[in-house]
Structures are given as C-alpha cells and as structure tokens.
C-alpha cells in the first residue's frame, strides 16, 4: 500500500561520517574545494561527512529532522516535531555564532592552511572582509596552536620547545588540509 502525504524530512545530513582512518586518505585541491563550495548543499554535505557539523540531533527525546528553513543562515536547521522549536546545524560546532556563509568559511580555511599569498588575495577569492578575515586567521592559528601546546612532549615524554608552525608541518605530513580539520575535530567533536 502507497504511503500518501509529504515524506519525512531526513534525520541525517549524510550517510557516513570520515572517521580519521578515511579521512587521512584524503587530500583536497583548490579545484575540490571550489566544487563543494559551488552551492550551500554540497558545502553542508562536505562539513557533515568531514564531522565538523553534527550529522544528527535529538530533541525531545526524537530524531530532529533536517529541513530547509530560510530564515536560518544556511537555509537548512534541525527540527523537533515534539516541541516544534528549530536549531542551527552550526550548533556546537566550530562554525557556531558566525554569520559567514558556510562555503565562504570553508574556502577560507583552505587558503589559510594551504595557500601562502596575502590577505587582499584571500579577501578578492573567497569574497569576505579583511576583518573578518583576521578575526578568522587568528581564530584558526589559536586552535593549531592549542594542538601544538597539546602534543608538545615526544613519546618518552620529555617536553619539547615549540615552534608552531615547524611542529605543525613536521607532524602533519599529509595534506594540511586534512590535518587542519583533524585538528578541529579534535577540539570540536560531534559525535
């Protein structure tokens, strides 16, 4: 028998969350990274399956939906059918009390992490203002910095003279993109 009416707003925003096995196989290039960002959707899509946004939420004791909702900064929020209330998908997360488009934030990312060129460059590609920009680069230097102060011993334990951004390259061999959002992860954990 046919089910009529609408069908159900969906309680997930992906199938599959990059655990960091999956993840450290990555690597992403500007040209990806243009391409998830082309539209709200696939940005929102790409920070759910990387775990920087939550995949889920419960309210009431229920599965929130995930419904589109205009006057919402993505256009998209969680909704309670219990208590009727909607929630941000940036709740909790790194991307909490922005109001920066979330594709602009994450293009942002990987020029900072990526790409040596200055600030007016960065300001003219991903399409922001210089304070934000700053505010932003501070925020992202503050992060790999508390990684740093947090894995400043080597494995005997004896503590390690910092230099950010030589142990930062040094550990993170891989792409600094990928490390950039495991360090994130490790800070702002959805699950």
């Known amino acids: 028998m046919a089910v009529r009416g609408r069908p159900k ?4 925003i992906v199938e599959v969350v990059m655990d960091d096995q999956q993840l450290s196989e990555r690597d992403y290039l500007l040209r990806d990274i243009h391409c ?13 399956s990387l775990g920087l946004i939550h995949n889920s939420a419960v309210c009431c004791n229920q599965p929130m939906h995930f ?18 209330r909607y929630r941000s998908i940036r709740r909790d997360s790194f ?3 922005s109001c920066v488009p979330l594709p602009r934030l994450v ?3 990987f020029w900072w992490v990526e790409i040596d060129c200055k600030q007016s460059v960065i300001r003219r590609q991903v399409g922001i203002g210089t ?5 932003w680069f501070k ?5 790999c910095s508390m990684w740093c102060y947090d894995h400043r011993t ?5 503590v390690l003279e910092i230099n950010e951004e030589y142990t930062w390259r040094q550990f993170h061999r891989q792409s600094l993109f990928v490390s950039f959002i495991r360090c994130i992860r490790d800070y702002y954990p959805m699950q």
Request: glycine share 8%.
């Open 9 to 12: 707003a969906p309680v997930r």
């Open 36 to 48: 998830i960002t082309r539209d709200i959707e696939s940005t929102i899509e790409f920070v759910a």
């Open 67 to 84: 419904v589109i909702r205009q006057n919402f900064s993505d256009g998209k929020a969680w909704s309670c059918c219990v208590c009727k």
């Open 95 to 97: 991307f909490s009390g």
């Open 107 to 109: 293009e942002l990312m």
């Open 131 to 135: 304070e934000a920009i700053v505010n």
């Open 139 to 143: 925020y992202f230097k503050g992060i």
């Open 154 to 158: 080597d494995e005997n334990g004896a």
